[in-house]
């Protein structure tokens, strides 16, 4: 009953204020279910860039939400949950963009989305793991620093046999998945395809007949024609999966990847947010422009 009260007074509040509501692949059910749209972090910045809404509620972690900022300074942008972060952006500062451009001058910066403006701004393009490759594959300079996630780094090496200098960061929640886990799960389901992040460990990715972007993981159960998935990400994936496909069985890894940050918004949080106008997430106007050119290149590819 209190679910349907707030999904109600949400409804109200999201004419009355014009909002859209972006979610996450990885977010709650309830929240996923209440969105105007859900995706990975390129589709909601897809559709962060091109929504007339006069308010984005961006339900996911911080820097989805600054990104959509960078794309929509006269919007607002409420983020229901602002302590929700990624350990992977907070592994990469600015400072440590500016050695790296020091001690390799003429080197193309590509950072993954997954990273606070700050450092977008030092950022030459930005990416997401959806079109990583492309974006790599597009650049001429003779080196290309990639940050900050390594896992993403050594995938898109492979792929595009290109040497990158690349930051060490990691996503705890899919670097956690060890080739043992996926074994396992092979033997107990051998007729499973087996479709990985790109942010898991080299080691696994060996082990895997598809690597996806959590959007490219729809496409991958669309035209595989199989019944039966291995899923290496994020466990909140098989919300959406399940509810896409419901006649196809979808494995994750034991124990759960689960992304705390991830599951932090409540409908409280977003009746609150919507009904106070806060929590906003803005942009300094410098910093923002610098971003702005970043992850505009990254939209612009793939
Ligand atoms: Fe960050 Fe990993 Fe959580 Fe995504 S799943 S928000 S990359 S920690």
Redesign the pocket.
């Known amino acids: 009953m209190e679910r349907e009260r707030l999904v109600e007074s949400i409804n109200v509040l999201r004419r009355e204020r014009e909002a859209v509501i972006l979610a996450h692949n990885?977010q709650p059910p309830e929240i996923q279910d209440l969105a105007d749209f859900v995706g990975d972090s390129l589709g909601l910045a897809r559709k962060a860039a091109e929504t007339e809404a006069r308010v984005v509620v961006f339900c996911g972690?911080h820097f989805m939400a600054e990104t959509s900022a960078i794309l929509n300074p006269d919007k607002v942008t409420l983020l229901p949950e602002p302590r929700a972060g990624?350990?992977?952006?907070d592994t990469v500062t600015p400072e440590g963009i500016r050695t790296l451009r020091r001690l390799h001058p003429g080197a193309a910066v590509v950072t993954y989305v997954?990273s606070t403006a700050a450092v977008k701004a030092e950022s030459d393009y930005c990416c997401t793991s959806g079109n990583a490759v492309e974006v790599v594959r597009s650049i001429e300079a003779p080196e290309i620093i990639f940050t900050p996630d390594g896992n993403l780094g050594r995938y898109v090496e492979r792929e595009t046999g290109r040497r990158l200098i690349i930051w060490e960061g990691c996503?705890?929640?899919?670097d956690r998945i060890r080739p043992e886990d996926v074994r396992r799960l092979k033997d107990e389901h051998p007729g499973a395809l087996v479709v990985a992040h790109p942010?898991c460990r080299p080691e696994v990715l060996e082990l895997a007949d598809e690597v996806a972007s959590t959007s490219g993981m729809f496409r991958v159960v669309e035209d595989s024609g199989r019944e039966e998935f291995i899923v290496l990400t994020?466990s909140g994936m098989g919300y959406p999966l399940g509810k896409r496909f419901p006649d196809r069985r979808f494995h994750f890894p034991s124990p759960e990847p689960l992304?705390p940050?991830?599951k932090v918004v409540t409908l409280e949080k977003v009746e609150r947010s919507l009904r106070e106008m806060e929590p906003r997430i803005t942009v300094p106007e410098e910093t923002r422009l610098r971003a702005l050119r970043a992850v505009e290149r990254m939209l612009a590819v793939g």
């Open positions: 990885y972690v990624c350990p992977l952006a997954n996503c705890p929640i899919h942010e994020e992304c940050d991830m």
